[in-house]
């Protein structure tokens, strides 16, 4: 069996270079201040923010995860491109090694911008991935952008 390979994007009236900011360059500042529900904090554990570093999610207290380690494969700030690997987390590390993401901010049309993003899913020998599984990671990805959206949007100057 290959890799299973997923793709989604999303448009958002926010520029792209804006959203680039929010969600790669600063996210470790910005989504624990707008976001504390669900995450607590996130650290590098190894390095600043530059490829190879390696940056820690730690989420609030009652939720099913605990935490999340991401190492930062590619950074391409002049493209608005990152391309990160999920290398270590408390639960779902049962069934995967690792999971590939490469995340892309395109200019729209409107001013705003179109989220592209690929999760590559490295599944340890024999093990399956239920869809239901998948589609809850991607649904709470999804919901962390458009807090970011909302936070942008009503906040014109930031990372403007």
Same mark, same amino acid.
């Given at each position: 069996?290959?890799?299973?390979?997923?793709?989604? %994007?999303?448009?958002?009236?926010i520029?792209p270079?804006?959203?680039?900011? +929010?969600?790669?360059?600063? $996210?470790?500042?910005?989504?624990?201040?707008?976001?504390?529900?669900?995450?607590?904090?996130? @650290?590098?554990?190894?390095?600043?923010?530059?490829?190879?570093?390696?940056?820690?999610?730690?989420?609030?207290?009652? !939720?099913?995860?605990?935490?999340? &380690?991401?190492?930062?494969d590619?950074?391409d700030? @002049?493209?608005?491109?990152? /391309?990160?690997?999920?290398? #270590? !987390?408390?639960?779902?590390?049962?069934?995967? #090694?690792?999971?590939?993401? %490469?995340?892309?901010?395109?200019?729209? $049309?409107?001013?705003?911008?179109?989220?592209?993003?690929?999760? %590559?899913?490295?599944? /340890? +020998?024999?093990?399956?991935?239920?869809? #239901? #599984?998948?589609?809850?990671? &991607? @649904?709470?990805?999804?919901?962390?952008? &458009?807090?970011?959206? %909302?936070?942008?949007?009503?906040?014109? @100057?930031v990372?403007?």
């Amino acid at each position: 069996m290959g890799i299973p390979t997923f793709t989604q %994007e999303f448009t958002t009236p926010i520029a792209p270079s804006r959203m680039f900011k +929010a969600l790669i360059l600063d $996210s470790h500042n910005l989504i624990p201040k707008i976001a504390p529900q669900g995450i607590k904090s996130i @650290d590098f554990i190894e390095g600043d923010g530059g490829v190879g570093s390696i940056k820690q999610t730690n989420f609030a207290d009652g !939720g099913h995860l605990q935490y999340l &380690k991401h190492k930062i494969d590619a950074l391409d700030s @002049d493209n608005l491109v990152c /391309k990160y690997t999920l290398i #270590e !987390g408390d639960v779902i590390f049962d069934k995967i #090694e690792s999971v590939v993401y %490469e995340v892309k901010f395109e200019a729209s $049309s409107n001013g705003g911008c179109i989220c592209k993003m690929s999760s %590559e899913y490295h599944t /340890k +020998a024999g093990a399956e991935l239920k869809q #239901e #599984e998948i589609k809850q990671g &991607k @649904d709470k990805a999804m919901g962390l952008y &458009k807090v970011v959206e %909302e936070y942008l949007s009503a906040n014109p @100057d930031v990372y403007a």
